[in-house]
T-cell receptor
Framework: DTEVTQTPKHLVMGMTNKKSLKCEQH?????MYWYKQKAKKPPELMFV???????INESVPSRFSPECPNSSLLNLHLHALQPEDSALYLC????????????FGPGTRLLVL | GNSVTQMEGPVTLSEEAFLTINCTYT??????LFWYVQYPGEGLQLLLK?????DKGSNKGFEATYRKETTSFHLEKGSVQVSDSAVYFC??????????FGAGTILRVKS
């Protein structure tokens, strides 16, 4: 089973709202990732967690706050977002942070009004 | 730095036509190479991969061969179907580095 699940599938939020995206995998992977994908563009890496610790932050604005409560779960907390943050947010996992193959979830499509 | 260049799309083909999507890469070492596919409204799915020179990755009728001498990893399929319509991303990974994607190629297959 190579499944990564993400909830919600769609999210609409105002600029003053606080919301969270959730990602889950049960493959025993110890590395998890958040990507942002704008329309007609490739995914852009935001964060990498390795063994539940943040190992890479690609200079992402603080209005995005990741959290890894355990090895199977990854959250992305959103606060005071801007309309330009509207995008597809993809979660991925790999066996280890140094492992080559990443498995992606279906994504959460976010619209910020 | 590492980079991936894909042929620009969209690529429009009739059903049962032969598909080639070109991908070339620049890397400092010996990367692993991937093709990911993204169907409309969905996330990325790993289509195939190759980890060393002359390896051939294959899945669902798609194939790609890791060519170190031409730094290429072209995607091919002998007979496309309407259901293959999607965006195809070529990507490379080197140990200790990020997964680097190409810009993506839109494939449209007409019945």
């Amino acid at each position: 089973d190579t499944e990564v699940t993400q909830t919600p599938k769609h999210l609409v939020m105002g600029m003053t709202n606080k919301k969270s995206l959730k990602c889950e995998q049960h493959m025993g992977h110890r590395a998890m990732y958040w990507y942002k994908q704008k329309a007609k563009k490739p995914p852009e890496l935001m964060f990498v967690y390795s063994y539940e610790k943040l190992s890479i932050n690609e200079s992402v604005p603080s209005r995005f706050s990741p959290e890894c409560p355990n090895s199977s779960l990854l959250n992305l907390h959103l606060h005071a977002l801007q309309p330009e943050d509207s995008a597809l947010y993809l979660c991925a996992s790999s066996r280890l942070a140094g492992s080559e193959t990443q498995y992606f979830g279906p994504g959460t499509r976010l619209l910020v009004l | 730095g590492n980079s991936v260049t894909q042929m620009e799309g969209p690529v429009t083909l009739s059903e049962e036509a032969f598909l080639t999507i070109n991908c070339t890469y620049t890397a400092t070492g010996y990367p692993s190479l991937f093709w990911y596919v993204q169907y409309p409204g969905e996330g990325l799915q790993l289509l195939l991969k190759a980890t060393k020179a002359d390896d051939k990755g294959s899945n669902k009728g798609f194939e790609a061969t890791y060519r170190k001498e031409t730094t290429s990893f072209h995607l091919e399929k002998g007979s496309v179907q309407v259901s293959d319509s999607a965006v195809y991303f070529c990507a490379l990974w080197e140990y200790g580095n990020k997964l680097v994607f190409g810009a993506g190629t839109i494939l449209r297959v007409k019945s």
